[in-house]
Nanobody
Framework: QVQLVESGGGLVQAGDSLRLSCAAS????????MGWFRQAPGKERAFLAT????????AYADSVKGRFTISRDNAKNTMYLQMNSLKPEDTAVYYC???????????????????WGQGTQVTVSS
């Protein structure tokens, strides 16, 4: 059984930084590409960043490019999202997601992800 648990969210001020973590359980963490998404109230869940199985290929949404960095530590079964220069419009629930076993290629498409965490709230005040 695959489980994803996000942590690291909270309330910060504009310009601050946060690092989100996504701890994964279950087989084959290093055999899957993973990603981060977010959902603001009244909006659809939106792609933020994706990383391939080995961590050497990443992609970002234009809205976070240059501010957010995705990474993973396969030895720790954990993925991260470093968020810098946070803005009030970054306020949302942040979700990590994992592709099915053996799908190693990073993808921006939400439907390509099989497993999802429960989300962690990030609130950025102005």
């Amino acid at each position: 059984q695959v489980q994803l648990v996000e942590s690291g969210g909270g309330l910060v001020q504009a310009g601050d930084s946060l690092r989100l973590s996504c701890a994964a359980s279950g087989r084959g963490f290093s055999s899957n590409a993973m990603g981060w998404f977010r959902q603001a109230p009244g909006k659809e869940r939106a792609f933020l960043a994706t990383i391939n199985w080995s961590g050497d290929s990443t992609a970002y949404a234009d809205s976070v490019k240059g501010r957010f960095t995705i990474s993973r530590d396969n030895a720790k079964n954990t993925m991260y999202l470093q968020m810098n220069s946070l803005k009030p419009e970054d306020t949302a629930v942040y979700y990590c997601a994992r592709r099915a076993w053996g799908y190693t290629i990073a993808t921006t498409e939400r439907y390509e992800y099989t497993y999802w965490g429960q989300g962690t709230q990030v609130t950025v005040s102005s």
